[in-house]
C-alpha cells in the first residue's frame, strides 16, 4: 500500500493551513514537515509552532523530519506539539539508541534517516527499536532538488533484511519522488512517500498527487 506524504517545505507559507487542507481532500496520507536549523542543513525552515498550529487543522498524521543538531533538546516539544512520527538523522545523534528511547516514551512513531551515503550497518543493531526509516534520495536542506538513483540498492538491501528477520518497519523516502523515480522505489519495498515539488509546485495538486500515487501502485 502507498502512502503519500506531501512535504509542505514547497507550499505556500502564507496560507499553510489552506495548503495543508488541499493535499487532504486530494488523499495524502500523512503530512511530512521538513524541520531545518541552519547547523545540520544549510537552510532554516520551521519548529514546533508550526506543528502545533497545523494539529488542529488536519486528521493526518503529522510526520516530522529533524535536520537538526542535538534533537534530543526538542523532540519532547514536538511531540507535544502533535507530531506522531519523528525521525532523526544518524550523524545527528550522539547517542541514537537514545534518542530512539525517547522519541517511542513519548507514544510517538520513532524513523532513523540515512543520507545518500550512509550505510544501512549504521542502524543494523537498532532495526529492532525502530517504527521506520527515511532513505534521503537528495542531499536534505532543499525541495526541488534531483533524485539520486544510487540510494535504490541501498533501499534494497535494507527490504531483504527487513523480511529475513521478520521486522515491522517501514520504509519512507524523500527527495526528487515524482511519478517517474516513484516505481523504482515502490519495487524496492518503499511503502510510504514524501513528495514536495512534484505536489506544490503543481496548479493542480489533487491531480499531481494522484498521479505520482498510481505509478508507485502500478
Ligand atoms: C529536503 C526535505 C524534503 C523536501 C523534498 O531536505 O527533507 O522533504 O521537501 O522535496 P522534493 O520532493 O521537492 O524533493
Ligand atoms: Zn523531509
Redesign the pocket.
Known sequence: MIKIAP?I??ADFAKLGQEVKEVEAAGAELI?I?VMDGHF?PNITMGPIVVEALRPITQLPLDV?L?IENPDNYIEQFAKAGADYISVHVEACRHLHRTIQLIKSLNVKAGVVLNPHTPIESIQHILEDIDFVLFMT?N??????KFITSVVPKIEALSAIIKERGLNIEIEV????TAQTIGECAKAGVTMF?????IYNKEDRAKALQEIKAAGEA
Open positions: 512535504s517545505l514547497s511530512h521538513d542543513v523530519h535536520m537528495v536534505p536542506g532543499f525541495g526541488g532538488q524523500d527527495g526528487g519522488i514524501v513528495a514536495g515539488s512534484a
